[in-house]
C-alpha cells in the first residue's frame, strides 16, 4: 500500500504544474489542485485514460497517484465523457479569475471536480450552480459535492432551463452559439468562458466579458469538447468561420441589440460575433 505522504507529494507537484499552467499570480490556485482530491470525483479504478483524444490506456491498478497527471480520464467511456485535461482548466481558472463572493453557473459539471475548485475559489459568500444533462453524473455529482455546501447541482439542459443572474458561465461542452438566455445571465464585469465549435475544423476556447458597451471576446487556446445538447447546431448559421475568423473575432452581440455589419466573423440567429474591439464608453465631461 502506497504511503499517505508519497501520494501527498505527487499531488503538491500536480498542483504546482496546474499552477504554472494557470498563468495566474494567484496562489489559491495552487492549493485548491492540491486539496480537492481527484479521485474522490472519479469511479472506481482502475481507470481508463485517454491517449492523444482516441484511445483509452487502463491503469495498472486503482492506486490514485496515476491520476495526478495532466490526462483526460474517462467518466462514461461509451459515451466519449470525461474528466478534462488539468492543464486547460488550469488555464481556464487562471483567465477567468475568480473572487470571493462570486456566483459561478458550471455547465457539464461532470462529476464535479472541476465544480468543487471553483466553490472554494468564491468562499466566503460565493455559490456555484451547477448543471448536468446526464442523470447518471448528475447524481455522482451531488453525492461527491456533498462536502462543498456551496455548490449545488441541477438536472436538465442549461440552453432551455433558467440560468440565475451570476459573475461565470463555466462551460464543458462544445457551443456553437451561445444562448441568449446565457449572455442575459451574466452581470456587468462577468465572464463566459466555453469551447468554441462553430465549424468541424474549429475549436477554440473563447472568453467573453460583459461590458458596459457590449460583449468582449478574447480567444484562448485550442479546446475540443463533446457536443454541448441544445447550443451545437449550425443551422440557422448564415456565416460560418473557419479558423482564422474565428482567432479575429473580439466582440459579440446579440442581434436585437445590433444587426450583423462587415465586421462579422459568424452570425446566427439570435448572436453574431465581429472581428471589431469593443468600443470604448466616452467619459462623462465634468462641469466645475
Same mark, same amino acid.
Given at each position: 500500500?502506497?504511503?499517505?505522504?508519497?501520494?501527498?507529494?505527487?499531488?503538491?507537484?500536480?498542483?504546482? $504544474?496546474? !499552477?504554472?499552467? %494557470? &498563468?495566474?499570480?494567484?496562489?489559491?490556485?495552487?492549493? =485548491? +489542485?492540491?486539496?480537492?482530491?481527484?479521485?474522490? +470525483?472519479?469511479?472506481?479504478?482502475?481507470?481508463?485514460?485517454?491517449?492523444?483524444?482516441?484511445?483509452?490506456?487502463?491503469?495498472?491498478?486503482? *492506486?490514485?497517484?496515476?491520476?495526478?497527471? &495532466?490526462?483526460?480520464?474517462?467518466? /462514461?467511456?461509451? @459515451?466519449?465523457?470525461?474528466?478534462?485535461?488539468?492543464?486547460?482548466?488550469?488555464?481556464?481558472?487562471?483567465?477567468?479569475?475568480?473572487?470571493?463572493?462570486?456566483?459561478?453557473?458550471?455547465?457539464?459539471?461532470?462529476?464535479?471536480?472541476?465544480?468543487?475548485?471553483?466553490?472554494?475559489?468564491? $468562499?466566503?459568500?460565493? @455559490?456555484?450552480?451547477? +448543471?448536468?444533462?446526464?442523470?447518471?453524473?448528475?447524481?455522482?455529482?451531488?453525492?461527491?459535492?456533498?462536502? !462543498?455546501? &456551496?455548490? %449545488?447541482?441541477?438536472?436538465?439542459?442549461?440552453? =432551455?432551463?433558467?440560468?440565475?443572474?451570476? *459573475?461565470?458561465?463555466?462551460?464543458?461542452?462544445?457551443?456553437?452559439?451561445?444562448?441568449?438566455?446565457?449572455?442575459?445571465?451574466?452581470?456587468? /464585469?462577468?465572464?463566459?468562458? !466555453?469551447?468554441?465549435?462553430? #465549424?468541424?475544423?474549429?475549436g477554440v476556447a473563447l472568453l467573453v466579458r460583459r461590458a458596459a458597451t457590449g460583449f468582449?471576446?478574447?480567444?484562448?487556446?485550442?479546446?475540443?469538447?463533446?457536443?454541448?445538447?441544445?447550443?451545437?447546431?449550425?443551422?440557422?448559421?448564415?456565416?460560418?468561420?473557419?479558423?482564422?475568423? #474565428?482567432?479575429?473575432?473580439?466582440?459579440?452581440?446579440?442581434?436585437?441589440?445590433?444587426?450583423?455589419?462587415?465586421?462579422?466573423?459568424?452570425?446566427?440567429?439570435?448572436?453574431? +460575433?465581429?472581428?471589431?474591439?469593443?468600443?470604448? @464608453?466616452?467619459?462623462? %465631461?465634468?462641469?466645475?
Amino acid at each position: 500500500m502506497r504511503k499517505g505522504r508519497d501520494l501527498d507529494e505527487v499531488r503538491a507537484f500536480y498542483a504546482s $504544474l496546474m !499552477f504554472a499552467a %494557470s &498563468n495566474s499570480s494567484d496562489p489559491r490556485l495552487e492549493r =485548491v +489542485f492540491e486539496l480537492v482530491p481527484r479521485e474522490a +470525483f472519479m469511479p472506481p479504478g482502475p481507470w481508463k485514460i485517454m491517449v492523444n483524444h482516441r484511445h483509452y490506456v487502463q491503469t495498472p491498478s486503482a *492506486d490514485p497517484i496515476y491520476l495526478y497527471q &495532466n490526462a483526460l480520464v474517462a467518466l /462514461d467511456a461509451d @459515451k466519449g465523457i470525461n474528466n478534462g485535461e488539468p492543464y486547460l482548466h488550469a488555464a481556464w481558472l487562471g483567465a477567468v479569475a475568480l473572487q470571493p463572493g462570486e456566483t459561478v453557473c458550471h455547465i457539464g459539471t461532470g462529476t464535479g471536480y472541476y465544480t468543487a475548485m471553483m466553490s472554494v475559489l468564491v $468562499l466566503p459568500g460565493g @455559490k456555484v450552480e451547477a +448543471f448536468e444533462l446526464e442523470p447518471d453524473l448528475a447524481r455522482q455529482a451531488r453525492q461527491n459535492l456533498e462536502p !462543498f455546501e &456551496n455548490a %449545488s447541482v441541477i438536472v436538465g439542459d442549461a440552453t =432551455v432551463l433558467p440560468i440565475p443572474q451570476c *459573475d461565470l458561465i463555466y462551460v464543458n461542452a462544445g457551443v456553437a452559439c451561445p444562448p441568449p438566455s446565457w449572455l442575459q445571465a451574466l452581470r456587468p /464585469d462577468g465572464r463566459m468562458i !466555453f469551447p468554441w465549435r462553430p #465549424a468541424d475544423e474549429v475549436g477554440v476556447a473563447l472568453l467573453v466579458r460583459r461590458a458596459a458597451t457590449g460583449f468582449s471576446v478574447k480567444p484562448l487556446m485550442p479546446s475540443w469538447f463533446i457536443p454541448c445538447v441544445g447550443a451545437s447546431s449550425t443551422e440557422g448559421c448564415t456565416k460560418v468561420p473557419g479558423k482564422r475568423e #474565428a482567432a479575429r473575432t473580439r466582440s459579440l452581440w446579440l442581434t436585437a441589440d445590433k444587426a450583423p455589419d462587415e465586421t462579422a466573423t459568424a452570425i446566427y440567429r439570435d448572436v453574431w +460575433f465581429s472581428s471589431a474591439e469593443l468600443p470604448v @464608453k466616452p467619459t462623462e %465631461s465634468r462641469v466645475t
